[in-house]
């Protein structure tokens, strides 16, 4: 019956959404515990954590095997479909909040406090001497002086990674579909090295920010919207990266058809989406 082309097919109540969420509540109330000064907190969070590695592991191999045994047909491919389009659109307005907030912060609430508007409250008021300039360091230099990041030199090496990256999985995309197998694992493995360079060299980026530049999360509105930009797109790089090795792993054993590779295609969705943010850090960020 599950395999019948008419069908949708509907998943027997399985225990890992059970498991998931016993392990988000470890991990969070050991989170909780940490900030409370309690050191049992980091050990509660590291057995969250391992319970959630657990379950990803588990969950996506029962969903994989359904996956190769032939059970989802075309309605349920469409379904797929439909829900990463609507994932991705979501990560759309959560990048897009942020973005808004910088220019916000930039365009409006800098030159108000400065008085550009001739706005007794905000200006007179609220901070009679506060200087209109970006990047500012919040009231009375709070952080130190501090260097903004240069668009040179790691950004734009790091711009060079991401975009050849979203080349080559172009490339072991179109190899797929034309079943030349030693062309897909290749290209698909030198995909996953440059997110991994890429995540490599923004963690020295970091560390030469807060070492020579003094660049960091102290330093006033720049520095909160700087590593809250670059710091949540790292996180999506990295989870992009992942994904790309476990499809590359799949891959390796056989999987996916010219025909039907949703998995893939649905990684290299996330990826070029993870690409197209990273343009538009670079130059709102690093740039303008």
Request: aromatic content about 18%.
């Amino acid at each position: 019956m599950a395999h019948a082309s008419d069908k949708y097919y509907v998943p027997e109540s399985t225990r890992w959404p059970v498991i998931t969420s016993v392990g988000l509540f470890i991990l969070f109330g050991g989170f909780a515990a940490l900030l409370n000064g309690d050191d049992v907190g980091q050990y509660a969070m590291y057995v969250g954590v391992a319970v959630v590695i657990w379950m990803v592991f588990a969950w996506f191999r029962e969903v994989i095997g359904e996956s190769e045994a032939g059970i989802f047909n075309d309605r349920v491919d469409g379904s797929f479909r439909m829900g990463m389009i609507w994932f991705i659109y979501s990560e759309v307005l959560f990048f897009a909040c942020f973005f808004a907030t910088l220019w916000y912060v930039r365009n409006l609430s800098v030159p108000w406090l400065g008085g550009e508007s001739n706005n007794f409250f905000t200006h007179q008021l609220l901070w009679d001497n506060f200087q209109k300039a970006w990047p500012t360091n919040g009231p009375g230099n709070m952080g130190g002086a501090f260097e903004p990041m240069k668009a040179m030199g790691i950004p734009a090496l790091n711009t060079a990674i991401l975009l050849s990256s979203g080349v080559t999985l172009t490339i072991a995309h179109h190899a797929l579909k034309e079943n030349k197998r030693g062309i897909l694992k290749i290209f698909l493995a030198m995909t996953f090295l440059l997110g991994f360079l890429f995540i490599g060299l923004q963690a020295y980026e970091y560390s030469e920010a807060y070492h020579h530049l003094n660049l960091t999360l102290r330093s006033g509105v720049y520095g909160a919207t700087f590593f809250m930009l670059t710091g949540f797109h790292g996180l999506h790089v990295t989870i992009g990266a992942t994904m790309l090795v476990v499809i590359w792993l799949r891959c390796l054993k056989g999987h996916f058809t010219p025909k039907k590779h949703f998995a893939f295609e649905g990684v290299a969705w996330y990826w070029h989406f993870v690409d197209v943010v990273w343009l538009g850090l670079f130059i709102f960020v690093y740039w303008l």
